[in-house]
């Protein structure tokens, strides 16, 4: 499952679970695009729950949009992470740190107050 909800001028709210195809991840990473377009100096909350590796034709899919992906990317100032799986919130800490202009930060689920918090108020 993957949903993208646009909440207000510069947040995108993404919600993730389970494994994504590739059929899946063409269309996720379409509304990804369709929804950010006329974002600058974004915010992405993701909730990802219960989140498995993507199969091999989504990763091919991802890879064959990465001009597309990079330019979506650059939109964002800041994203955070919920999740109860651990090496999810060590895996998109890195990432944050492998992509200039993006900070990534994780937490845990029950933790959505705070991680709003942190992307509306955080010094920029």
């Known amino acids: 499952m993957f949903s993208v909800e646009k909440v207000g001028d510069d947040r995108l709210d993404i919600a993730m679970s389970g494994k994504l195809d590739a059929q899946m991840m063409g269309l ?13 100096h974004g915010k992405m909350l993701f909730d990802v729950v219960e989140y498995h590796l993507p199969s091999l034709g989504a990763i091919g899919v991802e890879l064959s949009r990465i001009p597309a992906m990079m330019g979506f990317i650059r939109k964002f100032d800041r994203a955070a992470v919920l999740s109860d799986q651990d090496w999810v919130k060590k895996i998109s800490e890195l990432e944050g740190t492998l992509m200039p202009g993006l ?4 937490f845990s689920r029950d933790q959505r107050e705070e991680a709003v918090t942190w992307l509306e108020y955080a010094p920029e």
């Open 28 to 40: 996720a990473l379409d509304e990804l695009l369709e929804k950010s377009a006329e974002i600058e």
């Open 103 to 106: 900070t990534i930060k994780a």
